[in-house]
């Protein structure tokens, strides 16, 4: 039997804490074993996985699934922020198996390593034109205040071929995703449609219109739009956290000297430490499994602990689950390194003196709860020292 953790420390509470200050309930899930019961934010129990090998065991699982028509029968899917079934709505993140290997064959070449670094100049160009502006203002800036979320939605929406006058329009949508007001969240919906639709447009040129010639026939143009959305939010989602734990660790006095890292290292190292995705997503039992010593039933809810195990003193040797593993592996990994270095590059090149305006250990994060990450509550910066 497996312990249930001290009600105290709740691993979806939400709470603000010192940039320096692990998350409260990680060590206390990793001491309570390596799949833990916890009530759910959504009602009854689920199951917590703290475990390097057990993870990566429920990753492959086949009947350990995404798709939302398995969670629990007495989740409300709005409280529980459940997206559609995969039968209402096709997509990466709740298709399972064949379904789910055809949209990946349609992605995967999209965002291969060889054709993302295709996009190094073109990215590296977009964080310049975006920090110098700021730069020339000659205060101090609070980076998380926009540019870390303009950033990745200004590149995504590049890549894709949303054209780049939208990006205030992809940041209001992808704000408007974490409202508790249902008509916020669906006026936020249209409009990521609507952003689909642009990119989509006679004479656009974008990894959007060549993903419309390699999704499968059936798809609709909704269908379609709603990929075009998972694309957008999952990418300012992470990356838009990421970037701010990565500058102020660049930037400040942090656990990294500033210079003499290799970028990429510095990189990973700070998504492994600050897991941009805390959690995996939900995933549910299709059928009763035997998992890690225990007998769960169909439709138990599974997470694994990503941020728990990432910074786990136990944790073996070898890749870490900032972007997962198994069939779900993050689509946009390659780009969201390309574009956490790009901004790296870009500072140590153009503006050497930057600096933090306030000590490191002073940066605050609010965890926002549930299974979404933390964020950095401000980052004061000194573009030119
Ligand atoms: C530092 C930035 C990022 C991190 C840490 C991250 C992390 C993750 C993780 C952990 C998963 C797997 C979730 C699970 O298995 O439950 C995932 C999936 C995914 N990510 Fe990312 N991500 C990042 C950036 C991006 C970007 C830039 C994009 C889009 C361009 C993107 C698109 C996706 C998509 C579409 C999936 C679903 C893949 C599938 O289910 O087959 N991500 N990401």
């Known amino acids: 039997m497996t312990a249930t953790p001290d009600a105290a420390l709740d691993p979806f509470a939400a709470a603000t804490r010192a940039i320096t200050e692990p998350h409260p309930a990680r060590a206390a899930l990793r001491a309570a074993g390596p799949i833990v019961r916890v009530e759910a934010p959504a009602g009854g129990p689920a199951w917590i996985i703290t475990d390097d090998a057990l993870a990566r065991e429920a990753l492959v699982h086949p009947r350990i699934v995404k798709d939302p028509a398995y969670a629990p029968s007495g989740w409300d899917p709005r409280a529980a922020a459940l997206e559609p079934t995969a039968a209402a709505q096709p997509s990466l993140t709740t298709c399972d198996g064949p ?137 300012q989602l992470t990356t838009d956290p990421a970037l701010g734990f990565l500058l102020a660790r660049v930037l400040g006095t942090g656990p990294a000297a500033r210079d003499g890292n290799a970028v990429e290292e510095l990189v990973r190292d700070t998504l492994r430490r600050h897991a941009p995705a805390p959690f995996s997503l939900w995933r549910f039992t299709s059928d009763d499994i035997d998992l890690g010593g225990l007998r769960l039933p169909a439709r138990s809810p599974v997470l694994i602990d990503i941020q728990g195990i990432n910074t786990d003193p136990a944790r073996p040797a070898g890749p870490d689950l900032a972007f997962g593993a198994g069939p779900h592996y993050c689509t946009g990994a390659q780009l969201a390194l390309l574009e956490l270095g790009a901004v790296v590059n870009v500072l140590r090149a153009d503006f050497p003196h930057a600096r933090l305006a306030v000590p490191y250990d002073e940066l605050r994060q609010t965890d926002f709860g549930g299974i979404q990450g933390s964020r950095l509550t401000a980052l004061p910066v000194r573009l030119r020292g």
Do not use: K, N, W
């Not at 110098?132 to 590049?158: H, I, M, Q």
């Not at 249902?182 to 656009?204: C, I």
């Not at 990894?207 to 957008?232: G, K, S």
């Open 99 to 235: 379904a789910h290997t055809r949209l990946r064959r349609a992605h995967a070449p999209l965002f291969t390593a060889r054709r993302i670094s295709g996009y190094t100049e073109r990215v590296t160009a977009l964080a310049r034109d975006l920090l110098t502006p700021l730069a020339d203002t000659g205060g101090t800036v609070d980076l998380a205040a926009d540019f870390t979320t303009r950033f990745p939605l200004t590149v995504v929406c590049d890549v894709l071929g949303v054209p780049l006058d939208r990006v205030d329009q992809a940041i209001a949508a992808c704000r408007g995703m974490y409202s508790s007001d249902p008509g916020e969240v669906g006026a936020a919906m249209a409009s990521f449609g609507d952003l689909a639709a642009a990119a989509l447009a006679e004479g656009r040129h974008g990894l959007a219109v060549e993903l419309r010639d390699r999704i499968p026939e059936e798809f609709t143009e909704p269908q379609l739009h709603y990929l075009l959305f998972t694309l957008i939010y999952a990418g």
